[in-house]
C-alpha cells in the first residue's frame, strides 16, 4: 500500500469497497449508519486517500475542516489519522441529523439532507428547505424538491429571497455531491 493507503486509485474487489473498510464497518454502527454510506462519502471527499489535503483546507479522509476539527476536540493534525476521521465525520453527521430531524421525519430521507449540509453547511441546507416551502416543492424531499432549491442559491433572484437567511452558496456543488455520494453507494450495495 503506498503512503497514501489507496488515494483514488482504489476500486471495488470482490466483497471490499476500499482499504479502510474495517473502520467504516466498526464505527458505523454506534451512529446507525451503513458503513457503505459512510465509505461512499469518503470516497467522494478524498478518494479514499487519507493523506488529502484540500485547497479550503480540509483534511484527511473525510475532509474535516480545522477549525471543524477543532470544535470536536481534534487538532487539524489528528484529523489526518483514519480512525480519528471516521469517528469524527460520524459525530458531525450525528450532530446535522438531529437538526434536521424536525424537518425531515423520515430517517432514510434525512440523510441525504445530512450528507448536502456535511457539504454546504446546515445553515445553507435550511434556506434551500426554506426556498422550496416558498416555491411549492416538498421541503421534506430531497430529489427534485429541495435539491432543485439548492442550485437555487447560486442565483441572486433566490439567494436574496427574504426567506434566505445565508446568501449565496455554490448550490451546483452540494447538488453533484449528494448525487456522487449515492451513486457510488448504490453501486456499492450491490458489489460490497
Do not use: C
Not at 478524498?46 to 473525510?62: E, H, I, N
Amino acid at each position: 500500500m503506498s503512503k497514501n493507503e489507496g488515494g483514488g486509485r482504489y476500486a471495488f474487489a470482490p466483497g471490499q469497497m476500499s482499504p479502510f473498510d474495517h473502520i467504516f464497518k466498526r464505527y458505523a454502527p454506534d451512529f446507525d449508519w451503513d458503513w457503505r454510506l459512510l465509505a461512499s462519502q469518503a470516497f467522494v471527499e478524498s478518494r479514499f486517500d487519507s493523506t488529502a489535503v484540500s485547497w479550503a483546507g480540509a483534511r484527511g479522509l473525510m475532509q474535516i475542516m480545522p477549525r471543524t476539527a477543532k470544535g470536536y476536540g481534534q487538532t487539524p493534525k489528528a484529523v489526518m489519522n483514519k480512525e480519528v476521521a471516521v469517528e469524527t465525520a460520524l459525530k458531525i453527521l450525528r450532530d446535522l441529523d438531529n437538526q434536521f430531524k424536525s424537518k425531515v421525519p423520515d430517517p432514510a430521507e434525512r440523510k441525504k439532507f445530512v450528507i448536502a449540509a456535511y457539504n454546504s453547511g446546515a445553515a445553507h441546507v435550511m434556506d434551500a428547505i426554506a426556498l422550496a416551502r416558498k416555491y411549492g416543492l416538498n421541503p421534506q424531499k430531497w430529489d427534485g424538491n429541495v435539491a432543485k432549491a439548492i442550485l437555487w442559491k447560486s442565483n441572486p433572484r433566490y439567494y436574496r429571497d427574504p426567506v434566505v437567511k445565508y446568501g449565496y452558496s455554490r448550490g451546483r456543488e452540494t447538488y453533484d455531491y449528494v448525487n456522487r455520494v449515492y451513486a457510488y453507494y448504490s453501486k456499492a450495495k450491490t458489489k460490497a
